[in-house]
């Protein structure tokens, strides 16, 4: 340890009984979330002292302000909060930039760092960690996957001692919200609307519906469970928006329904990754969660299975974890390290696959498909075609035996230049009940 490391840590001592200073950057629906926990519960030794925000007048007047102490200061200058006295920042603003420089010089201040900034934490936390680790000061996330569910925390703690090697599960309260309303019925754009309203999106919702929340995700938990760091923009995803209520129906004949489902497998030196919407069958708990539960399965060589679920989206379950972190900082609280390895990624998964056509109806659409099918050699399991649409516009659906989905993507390509398709063949892969995310 270097002097200034040791001068640090004496000062950190001597300050063990004193309060541990707060400044929050973001004041929206989490940071107004964050404040509105600690005024209800008045947490000894940690006191907030600082909010930064742009247009600060604006958060200053909010409702949410109103449970700020009047001891706080308000700024929209970050050297304020960088030049401050505060011993810990809460980052809740999301992107990159320009948070990322900020909160290095944050850290390289003395100051530790409490996030839910999950792109950041995916992208950056490697270098932001180094950091925190040669200041001697702490940088947790708890907050960044899963919200308010403590997955990071339990698979830091209580997890470390397996080898992890899968994971799956629902990460993104939003998608789950639009996908189980639909399920119920509702359309798309008005449940996506209100997962607005309700402050569970990000500030750019496609990073949700697209999938880039999940997959920031996805990389972040990969990360810490089994220690695989990966490249996020080499990992697979596939949006949401392209279900209809139709996938609903034909998912329901095949005892199925649609989530937004991440999974990453370890296979030697690689890792399977992908987010995207698949059919989940109606026996499985990811079938039954609704709204913005997430739910988490990690898969480990000794232990099993182990689930973790709850709120994953929203202002207070989030707020939750993030104070958790905070009071966990202030206590001084270790965590366990392990050596972390880069690891290449594929988008392959084996898989059964729901295949979604619109066509305009003439004879030989299902022979040409299943000539594409055979040719690369998929098996088809089911065809189903419901009564009462009308020819010029008439969707079906195929589903496939087992097999590999860059098999299937290769013979979609060849089915989606056939002149009769009117859209995009939709692929979802198909979950099976010995897929470790039942
Ligand atoms: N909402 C949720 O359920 C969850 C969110 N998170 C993460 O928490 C973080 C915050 O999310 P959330 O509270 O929902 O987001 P909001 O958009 O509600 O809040 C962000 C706040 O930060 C301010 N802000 C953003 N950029 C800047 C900037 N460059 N300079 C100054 N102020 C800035 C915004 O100001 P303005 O109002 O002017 O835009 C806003 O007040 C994100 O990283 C998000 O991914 C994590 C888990 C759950
Ligand atoms: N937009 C995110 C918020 C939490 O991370 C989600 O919907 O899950």
Redesign the pocket.
């Known amino acids: 340890m270097t002097t200034k490391q040791k001068k640090r840590v004496a000062a950190k001592k001597s300050k063990s009984d004193s309060v541990v200073k707060v400044a929050l ?9 964050v404040a509105r926990v600690l005024a209800a519960s008045r947490f000894p030794g940690v006191q907030l002292t600082h909010i ?4 600060v007048d ?2 200053r007047s909010s409702e949410a302000a109103k449970l700020v102490p009047g001891s706080v200061v308000w700024t ?1 200058n ?1 050297d304020v909060i960088l030049r401050s006295d505060v011993d810990v920042v809460i ?5 990159l ?3 990322e420089g900020w909160l290095r010089k944050a850290l390289a201040a003395g100051k530790s760092v409490v ?6 934490i995916a992208y950056r936390g490697t270098g932001l960690a180094k950091i925190a680790a040669q200041h001697n000061v702490h940088l947790l996330h708890g ?2 996957v899963a ?1 308010g569910v403590p997955v990071i925390p339990g698979m830091l703690q209580g997890l470390c001692g397996d080898q992890v090697t899968r994971l799956s599960g629902i990460v993104n ?2 998608c789950n919200y639009i996908l189980s309303r639909m399920e119920a019925g509702a359309d798309y754009a008005t449940v996506l609307e209100d997962a607005q309203q309700l ?5 750019d919702p496609s ?1 949700d519906v697209d999938g880039y ?1 999940a997959r920031a995700k996805l990389c972040i938990l990969s990360r810490i469970a089994m220690h695989a760091e990966l490249d996020p923009d080499a990992v697979a995803m596939q949006t949401i928006s392209a279900i209809e209520a139709i996938d609903f129906s034909y998912a329901k004949e095949l005892n199925c329904t649609i989530r937004q489902v991440s999974r990453a497998e370890l296979d030697g030196r690689i890792v399977h990754a992908r987010v995207a919407p698949m059919l989940v069958p109606l026996a499985s708990p990811m079938a039954w969660s609704h709204g ?1 539960q997430n739910m988490v399965v990690v898969s480990g060589k000794f232990g099993g299975d182990v689930v973790f679920s709850g709120h ?4 207070e ?2 707020a939750v ?1 993030v104070v958790s972190d905070l009071l966990a900082v202030a206590q001084d609280c270790k965590t366990v390290q392990l050596p972390v390895r880069r690891r290449e990624v594929t988008g392959d998964f084996f898989a059964p696959h729901y295949l979604r056509f619109v066509v305009d109806d003439k004879p030989g659409i299902v022979s040409a498909i299943s000539g594409a099918l055979s040719k690369v050699g998929a098996n088809i399991d089911s065809l189903l075609q419901r009564r009462g649409y009308p020819k010029h516009r008439l969707p079906f659906v195929v589903t496939t035996e087992p097999c590999l989905s860059s098999t299937i993507e290769r013979a979609l390509a060849s089915v989606a230049r056939m002149d009769c398709m009117l859209e995009k063949p939709l692929c979802l892969q198909m979950l099976e009940v010995e897929d470790k995310a039942e």
Do not use: C, H, W
């Open positions: 950057l973001g004041f929206g629906t989490v940071g107004g979330s930064f925000n742009r247009n604006r958060k929209d970050i980052e809740l603003m999301g992107g930039n320009p948070v996030t839910a900034n999950k792109q950041l907050a960044a919200g309260g939003t402050g569970y999106a990000e500030a990073a929340d913005t994953g989206a929203g202002g379950p989030t974890a």
